[in-house]
């Protein structure tokens, strides 16, 4: 089994940074894709940002120039640095992660989700 816990949500105020953090654990071969997601009331889970096991990265136009996504592959960990945050990136954000087990089987997961509010 695999478990992904997230950790560094919490309030902040519009203009703020915020730093999350992923980590993955359990019976870890590989991993490919990590990413976050996020979704807010009433809405949807949107895709926020992906890195790949080589450090390509993929955003969301509402983040680009704002977040940045990186891993740790020794570590298998993700972050997501959040700058000039504003009040619509309030959300629970969710960790995930394509994972190759050690017995090379992949599966996906996700985290349990860390709330983020951007106050105005």
């Known amino acids: 089994q695999v478990q992904l816990v997230e950790s560094g949500g919490g309030l902040v105020q519009a203009g703020g940074s915020l730093r999350l953090s992923c980590a993955a654990s359990g019976s870890i071969f590989s991993i490919s894709a990590m990413g976050w997601y996020r979704q807010a009331p009433g809405k949807q889970r949107e895709l926020v940002a992906t890195?790949?096991?080589?450090?390509?990265?993929t955003y969301a136009d509402s983040v680009k120039g704002r977040f940045i996504i990186s891993r740790d592959n020794a570590k298998n960990t993700v972050l997501l640095q959040m700058n000039s945050l504003k009040p619509e990136d309030t959300a629970v954000y969710y960790c995930?992660?394509?994972?190759?087990?050690?017995?090379?089987?992949?599966?996906?997961?996700w985290g349990q989700g860390t709330q983020v509010t951007v106050s105005s």
């Open positions: 995930n992660a394509d994972v190759f087990d050690t017995s090379r089987f992949r599966n996906n997961y």
């Open positions: 890195i790949n096991s080589g450090g390509r990265t």
